[in-house]
C-alpha cells in the first residue's frame, strides 16, 4: 500500500518528465523555425517571390505548431497540480 507522500512523489516524478518532454519538444520546434527563418532569408536576398512566400509559411507553420504546443502543456499544467493531496 503506498502513503500520501509515495503517491506525491510519483505525480511529481510524472510532471517532471512531461515538463522535460515538453521542453525537449519545444526546443526542436524552435531549432525547425530558426532553420525556416534562415531559409527564408536566404531566399529573399535571392529574390524569389514565390520561394520567399513558401518560406514565410514554413515560418508561421512552425510558430503556430510552438504556439499550440505551449497551450496544451499550460492547459496540463492547469489541469494537474504538481502537488496533491
Known amino acids: 500500500m503506498h502513503t500520501a ?3 506525491v512523489e510519483a505525480d511529481a516524478r510524472s510532471s517532471i518528465k512531461g515538463i522535460d518532454a515538453t521542453v525537449l519538444g519545444l526546443q526542436r520546434s524552435l531549432q525547425d523555425t530558426k532553420k ?4 527564408a532569408l536566404e531566399e529573399f536576398v535571392a529574390s524569389d517571390n514565390n520561394k520567399i512566400k513558401q518560406a514565410i509559411k514554413n515560418v508561421h507553420y512552425q510558430l503556430k505548431l510552438i504556439r499550440g504546443t505551449l497551450g496544451i502543456y499550460l492547459e496540463a499544467c492547469a489541469a494537474k497540480p504538481l502537488v496533491s493531496f
Open 5 to 7: 507522500l509515495e503517491h
Open 36 to 39: 525556416s527563418t534562415v531559409i
